[in-house]
């Protein structure tokens, strides 16, 4: 009996032990795991594509890489296409704000909030030094990493190379994986396998579609409304509308802001904003529940946590990223727990 | 070294010639070629059961259909403890899993060590998706198959209910004897 005990006690210690140990490597290879994390990502999103090529009688290899040229194509066409119109706009922005009038605006701004809030006691707010401190930050931080050489030829080479074969073994791994599990939590991983592919599936690529609709939508009520960087702002709107909530905010307030930074006119920029909200308004109650299930959404404060701690751990693209992989946790426990309790185990 | 790796390859060559052998004579798999038959067993899974092992549950949620590659299994119905069959090398069951989510219909027991093939309904679906015409193939044998049970479960009722009304006939002349 002590022995039987005993023997237990060791097991559990040897299986902590292990856990601890695979965590430990795991941060100490953090960007490579970061690395394999989007490639599975992008390599999940693009399975169903790579299957409808193989549904004509293509291999699964030669479907990965007629995907993968199709790819090719549009990213280089989109390079050579919108590229240049999105720097000049980028280049026009840049020297379209007098950083004269910013910095009246924002002692403006800064004297009147202290005197609204006089009853405080509050003192120079120094808002624009500080806004000042952020964006050298942010572009620090953007700049170190899009530019560092080996984040560089990690993200340009070994990126395509992961999803590539990740795509190609996508059965063999699933299978490899499968084969691990005890026969008694068989079934069980098999239907929870299946039912969070349903599922996240539907989700992750509902998401991206919203987001592409979301980005056109913005550039056409932006350019209806001539501003001047609608294509660089609209695009940014329909990435940023992955986070829910946040998101849409952030674009929508890069778009007012721009606009009265540059023109100072704030009826012009009410419009932009009532645009913003038009968007909004059509993504909320036509695309929203048509394209992303609706099972798979997180609270405002699950998604403004995660969005916090993404950003603080792994940057913007933590941010853009802790949404779906929250999601990936979250069907996992859901569905997890709903089928384990469906099952006898004896 | 050569035939190190010779008898390895020859192995699993055996192994695959063996597992294809075993597919042909299951009905669901009837009439596919060589080549359609190396794409159903990429997706099988295989798994060894020892003696004793519960496979299924009656009432666990219906994943897929197991096929016995070598040993001995006995359905249970659960509630009365009866066995309902015992099934052998190349027999099958479970196949109703790979059309409907109803819950298993009873409890299968390796009376033996077995080692087992499972074909899974999510995997059916992604043959479908891959290759229509075999999915297709497949799923018309499967039908085929359920008919063909259906049929025979008909046959078996009409020939209750012919017993049942016979015997009801008997008592009716005992009774009428009797007053």
Known sequence: ?346 | MDSFWGNIFRQREKEEEGIRYILRRIPVFKGLNRKELAAVERILYRREYKSGEIIFHQGDPAAGMYIIEKGKVQVVFEPTQQVIAELHDGDFFGELALLDDSPRSATVIARMDCKMLGFFQSDLLDLIERTPRLGVKIVMRLLTVIGERLKKSNEQVQALQIKLYNLKQKRQNIAGSGS
């Not at chain 1, 490597?25 to 790579?50: E, M, R």
């Not at chain 1, 952020?134 to 030829?153: A, E, H, I, P, R």
């Not at chain 1, 070994?158 to 994986?177: A, C, M």
């Not at chain 1, 039912?195 to 599936?201: E, F, I, N, S, Y």
Request: glycine share 6%; with cysteine; hydrophobic share 55%.
């Open chain 1, 1 to 346: 009996m002590m022995e039987a005990t005993l023997r237990r006690w060791v097991k559990t210690m040897l299986i902590v032990l292990m856990v601890i140990g695979v965590l430990v490597f795991l941060v100490a290879i953090g960007d490579l795991v970061k690395l394999v994390i989007i490639s599975a990502l992008l390599a999940y999103i693009l399975d169903p594509l790579v299957t409808l090529i193989e549904s004509n009688g293509i291999n699964r290899t030669p479907a990965t890489a007629i995907l993968f040229a199709a790819i090719a194509l549009i990213l280089g066409l989109i390079l050579i296409l919108l590229m240049p119109l999105i720097s000049a706009e980028l280049f026009e922005m840049s020297n379209g704000i007098d950083p004269e009038k910013v910095q009246q605006a924002f002692t403006r701004l800064d004297n009147s909030i202290k005197e609204a809030l006089a009853f405080l006691g509050i003192p120079d707010l120094h808002l624009s030094d500080r806004l000042s401190d952020t964006v050298v930050q942010f572009g620090n931080s953007l700049f170190s990493n899009l530019f560092d050489v080996f984040s560089v030829f990690t993200n340009l080479v070994l990126t395509p190379f992961i999803v590539f074969f990740l795509l190609k073994d996508s059965r063999s791994i699933k299978k490899y994986f499968i084969s691990l599990v005890p026969n008694r939590y068989f079934e069980l991983t098999c239907n929870l396998i299946y039912k969070m592919d349903v599922q996240l599936g539907n989700y992750l690529r509902g998401q991206i579609l919203d987001a592409l609709v979301v980005g056109i939508l913005s550039i056409i009520a932006l350019w209806l409304l001539d501003v001047k960087n609608a294509l660089f702002i609209g695009t940014f709107a329909g990435i940023a509308n992955v986070i829910p909530y946040i998101g849409p905010l952030c674009g929508a307030v890069l778009g007012v802001g721009l606009s009265l930074l540059e023109t100072g006119d704030l009826m012009f920029a009410l419009y932009i904003a009532l645009a913003f909200g038009v968007v909004q308004l059509i993504d909320n109650a036509v695309l929203q529940p048509n394209i992303v299930a609706r099972n798979v959404d997180l609270p405002p404060l699950a998604v403004l946590l995660v969005v916090i701690i993404g950003g603080k751990f792994f940057g913007i693209l933590g941010m853009l990223l802790s949404v779906p992989v929250t999601a990936i946790v979250k069907v996992f426990l859901q569905e997890g727990i709903h089928i384990y309790r469906q099952y006898h185990f004896t």
